[in-house]
């Protein structure tokens, strides 16, 4: 401990206070410290996350399994197969079971006629029995149509839905082809960097997800057909 005069002021000083109050403008930095180590990290984990640089293993591992699993990028191999899953999720895109739209409009716009005509007839008639036998048949025809009706607002209905069905699964099935696409070209971009043992795997595989690409053209060529033909059931055509 010791004294400082100065304009006749004493200070009195203790090297252990001086300590502890620098020590707070030490640690006030140690969290922006922390904080550009764990950026560091976070950094290195995503570029892994999204699959970059894959490993001589990561293209082993591609080189034993086919389809999406057999791309080396991971995080477009993951976009693939969950895509893969929706594609397969069962829903039903197919309208050749849903119900005529417009045989059902036809026959109700028949039955309905058919009750107008019987009702003029009913207007001129005086025999009770012959009238009671035209009210039956009216109120039948007019049941026949309301029925046929509502099958025609469920086929349009269900017909709609199928539609989006279609246009959903062909989304997905595009979406996948993309996916071996992308694939196909970002080794084709990298092949030059490949060591030897990547690049004969990267040989094997190039052709591999061709052929994937290209079996994905029937089942989109039969979505699309699926999808016109509900859009022609829609137009009643």
């Not at 010791?2 to 403008?25: C, G, L």
């Not at 699959?51 to 082993?60: F, N, T, V």
């Not at 046929?148 to 996948?176: H, I, P, S």
């Amino acid at each position: 401990m010791f004294e400082s005069h100065k304009s006749n002021t004493s200070y009195r000083v203790v090297p252990n206070q001086i300590r502890r109050e620098k020590s707070p403008a030490l640690w006030s930095r140690r969290p922006l410290c922390y904080a550009l180590l764990l950026t560091g990290v976070g950094i290195l984990f995503s570029r892994a996350a999204l699959g970059e640089d894959p490993s001589l293993d990561d293209w082993k591992r591609a080189e034993a399994v086919t389809g999406c699993a057999g791309i080396p990028y991971q995080e477009l191999a993951r976009r693939c197969m969950d895509t893969m899953t929706d594609v397969h999720d069962g829903k039903n895109w197919a309208c050749d079971d849903v119900p005529s739209l417009k045989g059902n409009e036809d026959e109700a716009a028949n039955r309905n006629k058919r009750a107008d005509e019987l009702e003029q007839k009913l207007s001129s008639e005086t025999d009770e029995k012959i009238r009671e036998d035209l009210q039956n048949e009216i109120k039948e025809q007019r049941e026949k149509a309301k029925e046929c009706e509502e099958r025609a607002k469920g086929a349009e209905k269900e017909l709609e839905l199928r539609k989006g069905f279609g246009e959903e699964a062909l989304k997905l099935r595009e979406t996948v082809q993309q996916h071996f696409r992308d694939a196909m070209d970002r080794a084709d971009r990298e092949s030059s960097s490949f060591s030897p043992e990547i690049k004969a795997i990267y040989e094997k595989k190039k052709g591999e997800w061709e052929r994937s690409f290209e079996e994905h053209k029937e089942p989109i060529e039969k979505v699309k057909a699926g999808i016109q033909k509900c859009q022609d059931r829609l137009d009643r055509r």
